[in-house]
């Protein structure tokens, strides 16, 4: 018989084949989307009220933030936990929705955004909190 045992058994191209796809799901897990930098920084932008205008599409679509507010409580502030892009220019943004206060302590709240590029800019075009009694 020619060739080894393991040859004649498991032909060399499949030996390819084999180690593509694991290779290709390794990438795809352990690289974040192209420019979440950028959509992580346009939500940092968004805590601050003073900058939040400048992040924002012009149409955008937000859930009413002054129904958080309150004394001994703080501002509602977000954070990016994971980032899908739905296109190129379009991207999903799983968030966490948090606000501290004396009495609260911190009460966190699912939040999602939505993202679109415009002119090479990441604005958000979507917000919404979602969780008990909200």
């Given amino acids: 018989m020619k060739g080894s045992r393991l040859a004649r058994h498991f032909p060399s191209d499949m030996k390819a084949i084999c180690w ?18 950028a959509i992580r920084k346009a939500i940092a932008t968004f805590n601050d009220p003073h900058e939040r205008a400048t992040v924002l599409a012009r149409d955008a679509d937000l859930s009413p933030l002054d129904r958080f ?58 917000m919404r909190i979602a969780g008990r009694g909200y």
């Fill in 20 to 37: 593509i796809f694991p290779i290709l799901a390794a990438r795809a897990w352990a690289a974040e989307p192209e420019g979440s930098e």
């Fill in 69 to 126: 507010a309150g004394q001994e409580v703080s501002q509602v502030y977000f954070e990016a936990t994971a980032i899908r892009m739905v296109t190129p220019d379009v991207a999903f943004v799983d968030a966490t929705a948090s606000q501290f206060g004396s009495m609260i302590m911190k009460r966190t709240m699912p939040a999602v955004f939505v993202l679109k590029r415009v002119g090479g800019a990441w604005r958000i075009s979507v």
